[in-house]
């Protein structure tokens, strides 16, 4: 089985010019933009081949109205998510109405916690 090199962020710090203006923290943020378009891109290939795939099995012919053969639905989709309106019921507690995905997403967030992000640690 391939394993990736342990100290690979240890190697690539090592290559950068030593008088690199602004610090380390550059590449970081370089580094953590291109990983989140990466799976943006991937994300919204997904969801295009899903929709292709079940228009096909429905006998239609799946998103083909935004962009060129339906590409930019994913776009489409969460421009729609973002600019509806947010509901509260009535009688809901407005607070837990607001902190319920917070609370769902944190988990989530949490796991990364255990990365270590340092120069020299290695991921055992």
Same mark, same amino acid.
Request: charged residues 15%.
């Given at each position: $089985? ?5 100290? @690979? ?12 203006? /602004? /610090? ?15 799976? @943006?891109? &991937? #994300? $919204? ?6 929709? =292709? /795939? &079940?228009? =096909? $099995?429905?006998?239609?012919? /799946?998103?083909? =109205? ?14 729609? #998510? ?7 019921? #009535? ?18 967030? &949490? ?10 640690? @290695?991921?055992?």
């Amino acid at each position: $089985m391939l394993l990736p090199d342990p100290n @690979l962020f240890n190697h690539y710090a090592a290559a950068l010019p030593p008088d690199w203006p /602004g /610090g380390f923290w550059w590449h970081w943020l370089v580094f953590t933009v291109i990983i989140i378009a990466f799976v @943006l891109a &991937m #994300v $919204m290939g997904f969801i295009w081949l899903e929709r =292709r /795939g &079940m228009g =096909r $099995m429905q006998a239609r012919l /799946g998103p083909n =109205r935004v962009g060129p053969f339906g590409l930019l639905q994913p776009v489409a989709d969460a421009i729609k #998510v973002l600019i509806k309106e947010d509901i509260v019921p #009535v009688k809901a507690d407005k607070v837990v109405h607001w902190l319920a995905p917070v609370v769902a997403f944190a988990p989530v967030l &949490m796991i990364f916690a255990v990365i270590p992000f340092q120069n020299g640690a @290695l991921l055992a």
